[in-house]
């Protein structure tokens, strides 16, 4: 989990393809069908913040964690701009502390994937439910094993930017669900000289049962899988799915037999 160092200097030009409004109104979209049309939301794996930008401008009372000090620093730097009154919190989400609940978590770009372990994600799921409000939610994505095994899979690829370029080296270990990446950065300096760094990125997929199985360990109700930007159910063994987004609910004892029905029904800076 100590991903993100130096390739917080590069992430945000890197990144620029991502269409983050669009992704930002298909999760408020999902926060609010499950209830949350306001107050307070935490996002874990916040990086330099722009997502939580987007919420906080969207009305939410935003709270960002992160574990890497480097990524957190462009998100203040951005809130330093935008005057958005977002709280950032340097914690790794295994070992998160807040100062009270939240109406909601949310977790996007495959943050829950760098969880390697399956410890460690119910470690996080019981630490979300200890911290959410009476019928709160957390709602993620996650890249899907199609992904990692199919787009990925054993391949070297690479782009180039005005100012910095990367490539990529990716294996995929079928049998462990672990996806490597082993990333080359490089990135021109002030004298217009290029400067090498490397990184190491480890992500691990997880199918929608084994979710299901850690939700109940944790005491969250599995309440809705979604293939991502859509209203519908992952395909077949999460078919041909890149991403999909997973809703997990704060169990309230009145409405224990109503959410599992439905699960049932679904394939300080």
């Known amino acids: 989990m100590d991903e993100y160092g130096r390739f917080a200097e590069v992430y945000d030009l890197l990144m620029e393809e991502i269409p983050y409004e669009d992704w ?9 069908k499950y209830g949350v049309d306001d107050g307070l939301v935490c996002e874990l794996g916040c990086g330099t913040g722009t997502m939580t930008e987007l919420l906080s401008e969207a009305g939410y009372d935003m709270t960002g964690i992160d574990a890497s000090e480097e990524m957190l620093q462009k998100a203040l730097e951005k809130r330093e701009k935008s005057g958005l009154p977002i709280l950032y919190l340097l914690q790794d989400m295994r070992e998160i502390e807040l100062y009270g609940t939240m109406r909601a978590f949310v977790s996007v770009c495959d943050s829950m994937n760098y969880l390697t372990e399956r410890e460690d994600f119910t470690e996080v799921l019981r630490l979300v439910n200890n911290y959410l409000d009476p019928g709160g939610v957390f709602i993620f994505d996650l890249k899907t094993e199609h992904f990692f095994r199919d787009v990925l899979g054993d391949s070297t690829s690479g782009a180039s930017e005005e100012h910095a370029a990367y490539i990529l080296e990716n294996t995929y270990d079928e049998e462990l669900k672990l996806n490597s990446s ?14 090498r760094f490397t990184e190491l990125h480890e992500q691990r997929a997880y199918p929608v049962q084994e979710i299901r199985e850690m939700a109940e360990e944790a005491g969250l109700a599995f309440a809705g899988a979604y293939s991502a930007f859509t209203e519908d159910p992952p395909g077949d063994k999460e078919g041909q799915e890149e991403r999909i987004y997973i809703v997990l609910k704060e169990v309230l004892k009145t409405e224990i037999p109503g959410i599992l029905k439905e699960a049932k029904g679904q394939t300080a800076v």
């Open 24 to 32: 930002c109104r298909y999760l408020t979209g999902l926060l609010k």
């Open 182 to 195: 082993f990333l080359t950065v490089f990135e021109e300096d002030e004298d217009g000289r290029f400067e």
